[in-house]
């Protein structure tokens, strides 16, 4: 049983949506922001192998999208899915599973790709099944008009077409069953309906993967909520309640979006919780 942090292409956006209503001149002193108010984001992906399974944790962007749409987001760095895996060894054919997050463009566009001829769309992962859960996949299917251009129909629909989309039971959040990583998952509301967290023990340590609850290791103060939320104060209690937990029981959390540092841990201060440590993750594990 292994994991591994799979690159899969950074990108950046604007540091004023990224942080809501915290001033920038708070925001950037651990999000710097370019001339054009943008601040560096990942999309970082995580691998598990775990018997017969290997297990990817959301996909990225993918390359599907026009010159125009990328525009918007000045990818920057060498980082993508394959190179990512073939570091570790494995091909986008040994993906077993496919767990997404939530269906926003930067968790899930890599999910889906051209055909041969690009005259339609087919999986990019051809062995896998994709776990979403039904709740947000209605949310994403239907969506309103705040996420609707983040919820694009190339994304989900061929998905869906393939056969290989499966309903995790958002009640009891089984995944792994049987599995000694100790798999589950917390469901949140805030950033988008029934996003999905994975949580597991690994060496000794709980990882928490942290997609859009906390995006970045300066989004850990609790009213640094993004502008992208769809409910902002459900957001900090959400937040509330995981730091808490998270800085009690000593939870490595693993940042999608933080394009500098991979994993950290809490520590409760007079002012709340707050960063204790950052960690790169082969210094965690070897």
Same mark, same amino acid.
């Given at each position: 049983?292994?994991?591994?942090?799979?690159?899969?292409?950074?990108?950046?956006?604007?540091?004023?949506?990224?942080?809501?209503?915290?001033?920038?001149?708070?925001?950037?002193? /651990?999000?710097?922001?370019?001339?054009?108010?943008?601040?560096?984001?990942?999309?970082?992906?995580?691998?598990?192998?775990?018997?017969?399974?290997?297990?990817?944790?959301?996909?990225?962007?993918?390359?599907?999208?026009?010159?125009?749409?990328?525009?918007?987001?000045?990818?920057?760095?060498?980082?993508?899915?394959?190179?990512?895996?073939?570091?570790?060894?494995?091909?986008?054919?040994?993906?077993?599973?496919?767990?997404?997050?939530? =269906?926003?463009?930067?968790?899930?566009?890599?999910?889906?790709?051209?055909?041969?001829?690009?005259?339609?769309?087919?999986?990019?992962?051809?062995?896998?099944?994709?776990?979403?859960?039904?709740?947000?996949?209605?949310?994403?299917?239907?969506?309103?008009?705040?996420?609707?251009?983040?919820?694009?129909?190339?994304?989900?629909?061929?998905?869906?077409?393939?056969?290989?989309?499966?309903?995790?039971?958002?009640?009891?959040?089984?995944?792994?069953?049987?599995?000694?990583?100790?798999?589950?998952?917390?469901?949140?509301?805030?950033? /988008?309906?029934?996003?999905?967290?994975?949580?597991?023990?690994?060496?000794?340590?709980?990882?928490?993967?942290?997609?859009?609850?906390?995006?970045?290791?300066?989004?850990?103060?609790?009213?640094?909520?993004?502008?992208?939320?769809?409910?902002?104060?459900?957001?900090?209690?959400?937040?509330?309640?995981?730091?808490?937990?998270?800085?009690?029981?000593?939870?490595?959390?693993?940042?999608?979006?933080?394009?500098?540092?991979?994993?950290?841990? =809490?520590?409760?201060?007079?002012?709340?919780?707050?960063?204790?440590?950052?960690?790169?993750?082969?210094?965690?594990?070897?």
């Amino acid at each position: 049983m292994k994991i591994y942090p799979v690159e899969t292409g950074n990108f950046k956006l604007d540091g004023g949506a990224m942080f809501g209503v915290v001033p920038k001149v708070i925001w950037q002193r /651990t999000n710097p922001a370019d001339n054009n108010n943008l601040i560096d984001i990942a999309a970082r992906s995580l691998l598990i192998e775990d018997g017969d399974r290997l297990i990817l944790v959301d996909t990225g962007m993918g390359n599907k999208q026009s010159d125009q749409f990328f525009g918007y987001y000045y990818r920057w760095g060498d980082f993508n899915i394959d190179s990512s895996l073939k570091k570790h060894g494995f091909h986008r054919d040994d993906i077993t599973d496919v767990f997404l997050t939530h =269906l926003h463009f930067d968790h899930v566009g890599g999910a889906i790709q051209w055909n041969k001829d690009r005259t339609g769309y087919e999986p990019a992962f051809k062995n896998a099944k994709f776990w979403t859960n039904e709740k947000h996949w209605k949310w994403a299917t239907e969506p309103n008009p705040r996420e609707k251009a983040s919820f694009l129909t190339e994304n989900l629909i061929p998905m869906q077409e393939s056969g290989h989309l499966t309903f995790i039971n958002h009640t009891d959040g089984e995944f792994l069953k049987n599995s000694p990583l100790g798999f589950d998952i917390r469901f949140v509301d805030g950033h /988008t309906e029934k996003q999905m967290l994975p949580q597991f023990s690994y060496q000794g340590k709980t990882i928490a993967y942290m997609a859009d609850l906390i995006p970045t290791a300066g989004h850990i103060s609790l009213p640094y909520v993004m502008g992208y939320d769809t409910r902002p104060l459900m957001t900090m209690t959400e937040k509330k309640l995981f730091l808490n937990e998270a800085a009690d029981n000593n939870y490595y959390l693993f940042f999608e979006h933080d394009a500098h540092n991979q994993l950290c841990t =809490l520590k409760h201060t007079e002012k709340g919780v707050r960063l204790d440590q950052v960690y790169t993750f082969n210094e965690l594990f070897n």
